[in-house]
């Protein structure tokens, strides 16, 4: 029995929280923060996941074993690092990249360059910054729309930018590098050619030489049915992926995930946990959009549920190093989830609105994401409020289902979309 700490308080962390909690190899389990939904899995701790002092006191108190930071920020900031260079904490197997093995996720001019140094497929792309402002617009000025201008580090899932002409490109570039309008994580910005396709993820989880594959999926961005109005944090996801047939997967395999894993191994990354591929098929091929050095959200919350291997087990494996001895057993069902938001989101919405209906949902997964509890009831807490994940024998079944219940549940401003899936 392994004690575990979960880091995080959104759908992703639901989700595993529902299926970490399955595991007899579970023992003490613990989300910090957690939200409203955690609660029924584990113990949620009143702590914020970047608060690395916190989790240490927290660690030691609770005897943990097993530390899994859900979102990217502790990542990024170096959470594996300071584990293992703690005498007290450096037994802890921490399911994530080095600080250094996060870049993947945490530049996106070191991926770009490190696709290039491992010849993985990816759109062309230049770097720029203050210093060389002119030189970028005159390079925006020679490119044909549309134009992807992307800041360099992490910035809240914002820092992209679809330009659709010359002056849209020109405003975006001006912002991010001269306005500062992201921090530093726009100091550095990419200008990358604009691939034409259609969007899925693939996860792989590695013990830094061998990998095994999780369930692929496409979540859908856009505020707007038909994919249309401003970006989000995702409002929906399908697994399986009916364009990622078997032809296609092993191209994904051979170009891009083995030379991910043997360039982070041949570089001497510690790269221990899951590496989330945002790629996109053109005509037949495949190319990565970014790298994330997590599980992505919502798709977790179809991923998760396909997945029938013991994810505890699977940890072990992977800190024994031993992936390569198992294979990873998908769901035939299909998973569909789809996100009920505020009103307003993701511009400004109020929180703190009183949720009901949660007793009549059916054949459902209920995966909370901006929820807490507030005097005895379950209130809105975010932007994205709950994902409804259902199962069925294919993506139209599973649908259905979500939508049936998404009438059920009931909270002032509620939102979603009615499309999720529509292409299929």
């Given at each position: 029995m392994k004690n575990i700490l979960l880091l995080g308080s959104g759908g992703r962390e639901c989700a595993l929280?529902?299926?970490?909690?399955?595991?007899?190899?579970?023992?003490?389990?613990?989300?910090?923060?957690?939200?409203?939904?955690?609660?029924?899995?584990?113990?949620?701790?009143?702590?914020?996941?970047?608060?690395?002092?916190?989790?240490?006191?927290?660690?030691?108190?609770?005897?943990?074993?097993?530390?899994?930071?859900g979102p990217e920020d502790p990542?990024?900031?170096?959470?594996?690092?300071?584990?293992?260079?703690?005498?007290?904490?450096?037994?802890?197997?921490?399911?994530?990249?080095?600080?250094?093995?996060?870049?993947?996720?945490?530049?996106?001019?070191?991926?770009?360059?490190?696709?290039?140094?491992?010849?993985?497929?990816?759109?062309?792309?230049?770097?720029?910054?203050?210093?060389?402002?002119?030189?970028?617009?005159?390079?925006?000025k020679r490119s044909e729309p549309p134009i992807v201008i992307k800041a360099d580090g992490l910035a809240a899932g914002k820092g992209v930018v679809?330009?659709?002409?010359?002056?849209?490109?020109?405003?975006?570039f001006r912002a991010m590098v001269m306005n500062e309008q992201f921090g530093e994580a726009s100091k550095n910005v990419v200008i990358e050619q604009f691939l034409d396709g259609i969007e899925l993820s693939v996860f792989a989880f590695t013990d830094g030489t061998n990998y095994v594959l999780l369930p692929e999926a496409k979540d859908y961005k856009r505020i707007g049915e038909g994919d249309t109005g401003l970006n989000t944090g995702g409002m929906g996801a399908i697994s399986p992926v009916p364009f990622a047939?078997?032809?296609?997967?092993?191209?994904?395999?051979?170009?891009?995930?083995?030379?991910?894993?043997?360039?982070?191994?041949?570089?001497?990354?510690?790269?221990?946990?899951?590496i989330f591929f945002g790629l996109i098929?053109?005509?037949?091929?495949?190319?990565?959009?970014?790298?994330?050095?997590?599980?992505?959200?919502?798709?977790?919350?179809?991923?998760?549920?396909?997945?029938?291997?013991?994810?505890?087990e699977l940890i072990l494996t992977m800190q024994e190093g031993k992936l390569n001895e198992v294979r990873t057993q998908h769901s035939a069902k299909a998973a569909a989830a789809v996100m009920m938001v505020s009103k307003g989101y993701p511009g400004d919405y109020e929180k703190g609105k009183v949720m009901s209906g949660f007793e009549k949902v059916r054949g459902s997964l209920l995966f909370h994401a901006g929820t807490a509890v507030k005097d005895g009831q379950t209130v809105t807490n975010g932007g994205r409020v709950i994902a409804i994940t259902s199962y069925g024998d294919n993506i139209k079944l599973a649908l259905e289902k979500s939508y049936e219940n998404a009438?059920?549940?009931?909270?002032?401003?509620?939102?979603?979309r009615n499309d999720i899936g529509f292409e299929f």
């Open positions: 929280a529902w299926k970490l909690s399955q595991s007899p190899l579970c023992g003490k389990f613990y989300i910090a923060p957690g939200n409203a939904g955690t609660e029924a899995y584990g113990i949620n701790l009143p702590l914020s996941y970047n608060d690395f002092e916190g989790i240490k006191k927290a660690c030691i108190e609770y005897k943990i074993d097993i530390l899994i930071p990542l990024v900031a170096g959470i594996y690092d300071f584990c293992k260079g703690d005498i007290a904490l450096k037994h802890i197997i921490v399911v994530g990249p080095s600080k250094e093995g996060a870049q993947l996720e945490g530049s996106k001019l070191w991926s770009k360059k490190f696709m290039e140094r491992h010849s993985i497929p990816t759109a062309a792309y230049r770097e720029f910054r203050a210093g060389s402002f002119e030189q970028g617009v005159a390079f925006i679809i330009a659709h002409n010359t002056i849209e490109a020109v405003k975006a047939d078997e032809s296609f997967m092993q191209k994904v395999t051979e170009r891009i995930i083995e030379p991910t894993v043997r360039g982070l191994k041949s570089e001497g990354i510690t790269y221990q946990g899951f098929k053109v005509k037949d091929e495949p190319f990565v959009i970014e790298y994330n050095c997590r599980l992505g959200d919502p798709e977790t919350e179809v991923v998760i549920p396909r997945l029938e291997n013991d994810l505890v009438a059920i549940i009931e909270y002032e401003g509620k939102y979603y």
